[in-house]
């Protein structure tokens, strides 16, 4: 495989260190071990301490911004085959109706591989749904393979038009050694936050985005004041719908329950301190923070759509609920509210699955046997 060198091609700069750029590093490390060249091509510059963590692999690290136009990003993409020869091409985060993969075609590259992670439900029926099938077949027939992040992901591709053969399921993965339990971050958050000896904290950590559905932990909130269960919910994120949200909190009684830390760049102490995490999305592609949160040793109330129900086995390490129901949320959360021998037995269940199936090692071992598949063929 000495011959071989990959670009990944990454629709945007991460502002901070996340388990995404774990894998990346990983991965990065894993190819240079076995002889091929990486290069990690973002839209814009990094922050100069992700750009030199992500250094450290090994891997060489350059720009080319999407945003100026298909032509500028064949010229860049081609003058680095050139520089680089590149043979392979592994485009995460991009629309996967964007013209990325003919460009990468296009500039040269022998091997084409696109990752889904994008969230959302084909829904589309009648002449819309023939269209956009269509339009998928044309936009991704460069592709030489496309990896999944989750069996939902798969069959909504599927239902898109994307020919089956293409598609490869691999999870997202989780550094277990950043994420794991600590009683020293519940007994500092109940500190700063000046918490009841028996308040349960609940969490979320998402972008606040429509599909992520936070007015049901609202909504539930409110059904857990009125039976008397006393919770604290953390929100870690931001969005347009944030001021709408807090509204809501206030207009239900509940505001006084809610905390909301707007972007965390590092959640790892929060989901520690949770007693619960706690996930509304309808249609989510994975859910990394899931399993960030399972690995830290902490049962979750999810909803029973898309992914979720991969990650998390109900009754055994969570509670999954009807989506959209608020109702069916605060049950969930009030049985294991008043169980603490259940809740602590679903956590170390949740750790457990995790370290089985969601680990960013086992995330990376994949991956190169996909590449592997492809330089061997």
Known sequence: MNCESIAFLLDSAPPT?????????????ALIRQGVRPVLVFAQPLK???HARLHASGAEITTINYGKGP??????LRALVNAFSI????IVFFDYFSALPWIARLSGIRHVIYEMQNSGEFTATSWKRGLLRLRTKTMTSPLTKVIAISEFVKHQLIKGGLAEGKILVR????????????????????KDFSLGPDELIL????????????????????????????????????????????????RLGVGGRVSWLGNVPEPRTLLQASDIFLLASVGEAFGLVLTEAMACGVPVVGSRSGSVMEVVEDQRTGLLCPPL?????????????????????????????????????????????????????
């Open 325 to 377: 129901d608020a109702t069916a949320f605060a049950d969930a959360i009030e049985d294991l509210a008043g169980d603490g021998d259940r809740r602590r037995h679903m956590g170390a269940q949740a750790m457990e699955r995790v370290h089985r199936h969601f680990t960013v090692e086992i995330a990376v071992d994949k991956t190169l046997r996909i590449y592997e598949s492809l330089w061997n063929d």
């Open 71 to 76: 032509r500028h990003y064949h010229r860049e």
């Open 203 to 250: 969490s979320t950590v998402s972008y606040v985005r429509p599909f992520k559905n936070l007015h049901v932990l609202i909504e539930a909130l409110e059904r857990l004041a009125k039976r008397n269960v006393r919770v604290r919910l953390f929100v870690a994120g931001d969005g347009d719908m944030l001021p709408a949200l807090k509204a809501l909190s206030e």
């Open 171 to 190: 999870y997202l993965g989780v550094d277990t050694e950043r994420f794991r339990p600590d009683v020293r971050s519940r007994e500092s958050w109940v």
């Open 87 to 90: 043979t392979t091409a592994h």
């Open 17 to 29: 260190w996340s388990s995404q750029e774990d894998r990346h590093f990983r991965l990065c490390q």
């Open 48 to 50: 100069p301490n992700i």
